[in-house]
């Protein structure tokens, strides 16, 4: 079925995980190519067919006021979440054996990592693209095995509400075993080891039953000298904060300080939002109907190269190794309906910061 002939084109798509680690991956290319050439493999990430992920590209690349300041020299940090109030629902049998871990990170996550850290391809065209992605998912740096245990948090949920209704524990979900050890929350702290990111930390969470769904890219400004406020009754200074909302809320934000009205010389945090359905009106979609028409006029720029998955799998490495031969032994320890374990917070807290409250 594969063999282009008659002038016809035949491509595969695949879809995700590739592979279960990094050497399943690496078995699966070679065995694919045994059949195909590299250009007929349309390794899929639904995440890439969503506008606003697109969006990234245009925004940094098409206006001259943000690339001036993309870099580690006005960023303090990016906080990438992908949270779901869903559980694992009639999938606790795949996901059981994948886990939070390989089901979000090396692909969906990583995906969001590459958009917004990668450096300005020389055009549009899919290798042009995907070579800059391929780069800095390639200098995430991999975690030592000492590092795995105090940037890696893992989780997995008890029971809990959910709006309002008492929702099982993830070990009573039908086709999960009642002593599951699969993590159902994951928060990374990452290095990007460039010129552009080095010292910028990427803090990552994704996970099911959390207190909202939710999926955005919240970039942290670094904070303007307090010297100034010194001798007013302003205690400290909030910093300006970026947010591209992915889903369900589809946009931009910007939020900075402004004067509160008065006498007194007092800072309010106030936000400019720029809304998609607002301004394009809504155009329903998962990702994958994009993707799959891309694929079939031959565009892979938005499709997943070998090498891309691997060095996602190279990078998380590290953790899956830990993790297994580390078992858990607090499970579960967050209660479905919150915002994930405590170590989450504790995470961030070690550095002097917290995750975005998302309302
Ligand atoms: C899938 C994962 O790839 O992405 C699911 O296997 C997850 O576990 C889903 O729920 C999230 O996609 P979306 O588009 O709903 O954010």
Known sequence: MVQETGGHWRRVIIEKPFGHDL???RALNVTLREVLDERQIYRIDHYLG??????????????????????????????ITAAETLGVG?????????????????????QLVSLT???????????????????????????TPQEVLTFAIRGQYGEGFIGGERVPAYRSE??????????????LKLRIDNWRWAGVPFYLRTGKRLA?????????????????????????????????????EEGVSLRFGAKIPGPIMRIGPVEMDFNYADCFGSTPSTGYERLIY???????TLFQRADMVEAAWNAIMPVLDLWK??????????????WGPPEADELLARDGRQWRRVE
């Open 174 to 187: 039908p086709n999960v075993p009642p002593d599951s050890n699969t993590e159902t929350f994951v928060a």
């Open 23 to 25: 050497e399943s991956a």
């Open 117 to 143: 850290a990668m450096e300005p391809p020389v055009s549009f065209l899919a290798d042009a693209v995907r070579n800059e992605q391929a780069k800095v998912i390639d200098a995430i740096q991999p975690l």
């Open 90 to 110: 009639s999938r606790g049998a795949y996901y059981d054996q994948a886990g939070a871990l390989r089901d979000m990170v090396p692909n969906h996550l990583f």
């Open 212 to 248: 909202k769904t939710v999926s955005e890219i919240a970039i942290q400004f670094k904070q303007a000298p307090f010297r100034l406020f010194r001798n007013t009754p302003v205690e400290s200074l909030q910093t300006n904060e970026l947010v591209i909302h992915i889903q369900p």
């Open 50 to 79: 969503k506008e606003t992920v697109q969006n990234m590209i245009i925004f940094r690349f098409a206006n001259g006021i943000f690339e001036p300041i993309w870099n580690r020299r006005y960023i303090d940090h990016l906080q």
């Open 325 to 338: 031969a580390l078992p858990p032994r607090d499970f579960p320890n967050y209660p479905a309906g919150s």
């Open 294 to 300: 891309d694929c079939m006029i031959g565009d892979a």
